[in-house]
């Protein structure tokens, strides 16, 4: 199994991905905004976007939106395709996606709004926090696109202040994660120094 950005070849995919998509709103009974494959296509070809594939076979995808003109960055759509649950799939192209949000616009806080337990666990190991909706994106056009959740007239009565999902935030200004990224860092040039010495002593 390969986990990768997403380029124009895999384009091909994007009505899979809608029906899983589809398919796993129908079976949880939970809220999952749904997309046209044409939306689909553009984060395909685009880049902003994680595909897992199984010898060329869907496994799991996940893309990532930006609004606020890239204040905001949210990775939506997560979605494994039921014959590959259960294997930590989720986890490994949410981390992949969650990455590439970061390299792709690194000043930008990174927001998720979820009603699965499995997604809010996977949302603190990377380092988000939860939050009131008034903390996330005041775009408009994003909160549309929850039109298509069978919760929405619960965000609706509460004039968007809250609804069954839980919010989640990542700051890169925050303090704890600041501290992260310096410690991260630190322990990769430690890694790097580990194998160029390894490396050294093995041509010897």
């Not at 496994?59 to 960055?73: L, T």
């Not at 930008?108 to 997604?119: E, H, M, P, Q, R």
């Not at 929850?146 to 509460?158: H, M």
């Not at 609804?163 to 040039?189: A, I």
Request: a positive charge; aromatic letters at 10%.
């Amino acid at each position: 199994m390969k986990i990768s950005i997403t380029d124009k070849s895999h384009s091909i995919y994007a009505n899979t991905i809608c029906e899983t998509i589809s398919n796993a709103a129908q079976i949880r009974g939970t809220g999952i905004a749904k997309r046209k494959p044409e939306y689909i296509i553009s984060k395909i070809e685009r880049g902003h976007a994680v595909i897992a594939l199984d010898q060329g076979i869907f496994v799991g995808f996940c893309y990532i939106e930006s609004w606020n003109h890239g204040k905001f960055v949210a990775n939506s759509g997560l979605i494994v395709h039921p014959n590959y649950r259960g294997k930590g799939i989720a986890k490994q192209i949410k981390k992949k996606v969650f990455e590439h949000s970061r390299t792709t616009f690194p000043k930008a806080k990174i927001f998720s709004i979820t009603t699965g337990l499995a997604v809010m666990k996977l949302n603190s190991n990377l380092g988000y926090k939860p939050v009131t909706f008034s903390e996330l994106t005041s775009d408009q056009t994003f909160w549309k696109g929850c039109q298509t959740c069978k919760n929405y007239d619960v965000l609706q009565r509460t004039n968007q202040t809250m609804c069954l999902c839980t919010g989640m935030l990542y700051d890169p200004e925050s303090k704890d994660n600041k501290v992260k990224k310096v410690k991260d860092s630190t322990f990769n040039r430690l890694k790097n120094i580990k194998q160029t010495l390894f490396l050294k002593k093995e041509k010897k």
